[in-house]
């Protein structure tokens, strides 16, 4: 019987279309929800407003890690702000205490929103922190 304990935040993988294997320190998954549309007819008698669903609504996918020589999201950062807008498939995997995949989130036609770095410490020791903000689409779960 496989164990009921929630999975742990710190063992998963991203995957970005069209890059190498880069591995982050960080992965936050889009919030999604759906807007609230309230209408009242003016007939009704009562002042309270009837909700319907409106349009369904995707955050942004933050990725972060370490800075090394690897420049690949800087150039894909580069390359959007200078014009050639290049939409991507993004897979983060939750990985289980054995690294199996337990839940897949797919992130569709994201591209580089906001690209961060720093900040810059001289009496520091950490490691500087890339952060890669990515516009998307739409996640799903896979099942």
Known sequence: ?????PYRNFNF?????????????????????????EYREGADKTSTSRKL??????GSVVLR?????NLALWSWFKAVRDGNLDRRNVVIT??????????RWMIARAWPAKYEFGPLQARGNEVV?????????????EE
């Open 13 to 37: 993988s991203v995957e970005i279309d069209g890059l190498a294997e880069i591995h982050f320190s960080e992965a936050v998954i889009p919030d999604t929800r759906i807007e609230v549309v």
């Open 1 to 5: 019987m496989p164990d009921a304990a």
């Open 129 to 141: 922190i890339e952060t890669l903000e990515l516009a998307c689409e739409s996640v799903e779960v």
């Open 94 to 103: 939750l990985l289980d205490a054995e690294r199996l995949a337990v839940r």
């Open 53 to 58: 669903p409106g349009r369904a609504v995707v």
């Open 65 to 69: 890690r370490g800075i090394d020589h």
